[in-house]
């Protein structure tokens, strides 16, 4: 499950228009290390509650804040990692490997996430303590 990659914010492409900016990603962009086979978005987080806190075994990820901000905390084993995202043009990149969770959504938020992979529970880990075991089974 160790990935020597390292998770890092990606400019994504903007175009500007008085009636509206445009941002996107697609198959192929050099800034995205992976094909996309799965998106999905979160919103309506009530105040106070926290997403994610879970890893993944084989997806890797990029997260946008199309609305509002929230922030996604990493953790591969030995450091944590914070990240607030509030910009619609840039897309947080995640390696596999990584305990994520994302909270701090403000109202109205939403959380797009394009995924490596398509949806498989046996992709993930739930338990904090089977990931620690994991990550040290890994060194």
Request: with cysteine; glycine share 6%.
């Amino acid at each position: 499950m160790a990935t020597s990659a390292k998770p890092h914010i990606i400019d994504l492409p903007r175009i500007y228009d008085p009636r509206g900016n445009l941002s996107f990603i697609q198959n192929g962009d050099k800034e995205l290390p992976f094909d996309i086979e799965r998106v999905y978005w979160i919103y309506d987080v009530p105040a106070g509650e926290e997403r994610g806190a879970h890893s993944h075994i084989h997806a890797k990820s990029l997260i946008v804040a199309n609305s509002g901000s929230f922030n996604v905390n990493l953790f591969d084993g030995h450091e944590w990692y914070r990240f607030t995202l509030n910009r619609p043009y840039q897309g947080l990149y995640v390696p596999n490997g990584y305990w994520r969770t994302l909270d701090n959504f403000a109202s109205g938020s939403v959380c797009m996430v394009l995924t490596s992979t398509t949806y498989s529970e046996d992709d993930y880990i739930r338990d904090f303590d089977e990931f620690m075991k994991q990550t040290q089974t890994d060194e």
